[in-house]
């Protein structure tokens, strides 16, 4: 599975300066941790958050939101973009931003 490049470098602009940031290739796609944990990635051409399961249904009722049915399942505290909400660096920002919001309150690994 190949995922969007361009929008694999709108995360990187929107990530960049973060401490403790690796990017590594995950789910056939891109994934970006900080201090190990997953915070976003890319798979295909969506962008897919992790933010939680006290902000899951938040999330999904923002345009653009869509469950993450990675498994065939959807998996609660994780969320994609849809390419629509994902098309400009300042489209991810926020979404990003969101999910380090997040992440940023879990211990390191």
Not at 55 to 62: G, P, S, V
Not at 66 to 80: A, E, H, N
């Amino acid at each position: 599975m190949a995922y969007d490049e361009e929008l694999a470098e709108r995360a990187r602009a929107a990530l960049k300066g973060v401490r403790g940031l690796a990017e590594r290739k995950m789910f056939g796609g891109l994934c970006f941790t900080v201090h190990g944990n997953m915070v976003c990635g890319v798979v295909d051409d969506k962008l897919m958050l992790r933010v939680g399961a006290d902000n899951h249904e938040a999330t999904l009722k923002m345009k653009h939101a869509q469950p993450m049915d990675f498994t065939g399942k959807p998996m609660k505290g994780m969320v994609y973009v849809a390419p629509a909400g994902c098309k400009t660096a300042a489209d991810v920002k926020p979404w990003v931003k969101r999910a380090l919001e997040f992440v940023k309150g879990l211990p390191p690994k």
